[in-house]
C-alpha cells in the first residue's frame, strides 16, 4: 500500500494510488479494444483481397462454360459467403483454386459451391 511522505500509510494516499491505477487499466483496455478493431479491420480488408482475387480467376471462365442467367447469379450473390467454409484464415485463394487448373474444373467448383450456398431456384 502506499504511504505520503512521513511514511504513514493514508486513505487519501491510497485514493490517488488507486485512482491513477484505474486510470492506467482504462487506458490499457481502450488500446486493446483500439488495437482488436484495427486487427480485425485489416484481417477483412486482405479476406476480401484474396477474395476478389479468387472471384476474378473464378468467375471469369465462366462467361463460356455456363448460362448467362447462372454467371449473373453468381455476380449478385455475396460471394464472400460462398467461400466462409474454406476460408478460415482469410486465404480463399488456397482453398478454392487447389481444386482444379482448368477454367472449366474451376466452373464446375464455383456451380457446386452455388447449389450449396444459395437458393435452389436461382440456378434453374
Known sequence: MPRDWDGDTTSA???RWRATEVARLERERRDQVRFQAELRAR???ERAGAITRCVDLLVEPLAGTVSD???QTLARR???RLFTWA???GDACRGCLG?????RERAHFVIGLLRQHTA???LQ
Not at 481444386?99 to 477454367?103: A, I, K, Q
Open 78 to 80: 455475396p460471394v464472400e
Open 120 to 122: 435452389p431456384e436461382s
Open 13 to 15: 494516499a491510497f485514493a
Open 99 to 103: 481444386y482444379g487448373d482448368s477454367p
Open 69 to 71: 442467367d447462372v454467371a
Open 43 to 45: 484481417q477483412a480488408a
Open 87 to 89: 476460408d478460415r484464415d
